[in-house]
Structures are given as structure tokens and as C-alpha cells.
T-cell receptor, first 112, second 114 residues
Framework: QKEVEQDPGPLSVPEGAIVSLNCTYS??????FMWYRQYSRKGPELLMY????GNKEDGRFTAQVDKSSKYISLFIRDSQPSDSATYLC????????????FGKGTRLSVIA | DAEITQSPRHKITETGRQVTLACHQT?????MFWYRQDLGHGLRLIHY???????NKGEVSDGYSVSRSNTEDLPLTLESAASSQTSVYFC?????????????FGEGSWLTVV
């Protein structure tokens, strides 16, 4: 079993839809959870960062962590064509000197 | 503005040749990483460094080497390029002031081995 599982998609939704992106993981030591967005032919950029369980909201984006289920989610409200990208989850057990473990990424297309 | 730059952005090389991809960051980050990204595999860690003269192997280190002689640079060397090393390579860094778990990526280097 891979440490982090993420459905690669592709996921296609109409503009304005609510998007749900998810990752599951097996390592119960993971405490730090991140979502990165990657546009085509660009490097990934940090979108959301959360520590331990709970929710975090930033504009149209909400990151949710359920450590009991080893499940994290990213919700995008009122999706826009500019949200079309690959979204990668990443997580870490330690603060600092522990390399991140990435999911394979989910490719999202928002259709106008 | 501080940034992380990779060069070359695109390169075609022949099997068996030595290739070096450069990575330079101006954030004064201690931590630097090299990943490769392939369809179906996502981002895979090749090598990483937590400071000058420190290097560590990642998940897919065979055929690659790095050295860290200063804080700003972590060049990635392919000792004898193979077709299986055709990929896009991303350098990244992290450090105090930006959140130690939040890493920042360069724009990528597209390498084709023929």
C-alpha cells in the first residue's frame, strides 16, 4: 500500500460547481498536511497548509483533515476555469527535517 | 524578490552522457530537494540536503548525485544518462521564515535522453 493515495482523475466540472478533492494515507504519524496546485508546465505552488485535524478556510478553498480516518480533503467553492490545474496533496510526520510525501495529483478541469 | 531558479529549462542529451541540472535559491533556505515528476508516478524525491555538505538519498536516487558546497545551490548530476531518466525535474527549498514544511518549487527542467 502506498503511503498516500490520490485519485488521478481527470475530474471535469462546470463553472460554479463545488469541487471535492481527496487523499487517504496510511502513516498515522503524519501531522502536517498540505495542498499544492500545479498549472501545466509549471512548478507546484503551495495552496493550503494545515496541522493536525480540523478545517481551514481561505477564500473559496477549504482544507479538511480527519486523522481518525486518515483522510484529507480540499473543497473549492464556486469553481472557476482558472482553477483548472493538477492538485497534489502532501504530508509530513515532522516539523522541518522530514521530506514531504506527495500524492500523485488529481487533474481538474473547470469548464466555462 | 527571493526565488528559486533552475537551468537549463529544456535539454536533450544522448544516452551515456553526464548531465548536470542547476538549482539556485536566494531565500537562504537550509533545505533543498530534487524531485522528478512522471505520468502515473507523481513527484518522487531523488536527493535532498539539509545544509552545506549534507546530502541524503531519496526514493529514486540510483543514477543521480548531488553536492552542496554552499547554501544557495544544489546541482543534480546524472552520471550516465539513461532513457528512463527522461522526465521533468523540480528543485525545491524550504527553511525558517517560510514554514519548514512548506516547500517552494522551481519552474522545472525538462530533460529528454535519446
Amino acid at each position: 500500500q502506498k503511503e498516500v493515495e490520490q485519485d488521478p482523475g481527470p475530474l471535469s466540472v462546470p463553472e460554479g460547481a463545488i469541487v471535492s478533492l481527496n487523499c487517504t494515507y496510511s502513516n498515522s504519524a503524519f501531522q502536517y498536511f498540505m495542498w499544492y496546485r500545479q498549472y501545466s508546465r509549471k512548478g507546484p505552488e503551495l495552496l493550503m497548509y494545515t496541522y493536525s485535524s480540523g478545517n481551514k478556510e481561505d477564500g473559496r478553498f477549504t482544507a479538511q483533515v480527519d486523522k481518525s480516518s486518515k483522510y484529507i480533503s480540499l473543497f473549492i467553492r464556486d469553481s472557476q476555469p482558472s482553477d483548472s490545474a493538477t492538485y497534489l496533496c502532501a504530508m509530513s510526520a515532522g516539523s522541518g527535517n522530514t521530506p514531504l510525501v506527495f500524492g500523485k495529483g488529481t487533474r481538474l478541469s473547470v469548464i466555462a | 524578490d527571493a526565488e528559486i531558479t533552475q537551468s537549463p529549462r529544456h535539454k536533450i542529451t544522448e544516452t551515456g552522457r553526464q548531465v548536470t541540472l542547476a538549482c539556485h535559491q536566494t531565500w537562504n533556505h537550509n533545505n533543498m530537494f530534487w524531485y522528478r515528476q512522471d505520468l502515473g508516478h507523481g513527484l518522487r524525491l531523488i536527493h535532498y540536503s539539509y545544509g552545506v555538505h549534507d546530502t541524503n538519498k531519496g526514493e529514486v536516487s540510483d543514477g543521480y548525485s548531488v553536492s552542496r558546497s554552499n547554501t544557495e545551490d544544489l546541482p543534480l548530476t546524472l552520471e550516465s544518462a539513461a532513457s528512463s531518466q527522461t522526465s521533468v525535474y523540480f528543485c525545491a527549498s524550504s527553511g525558517p521564515g517560510t514554514g519548514l514544511n512548506t516547500i517552494y518549487f522551481g519552474e522545472g527542467s525538462w530533460l529528454t535522453v535519446v
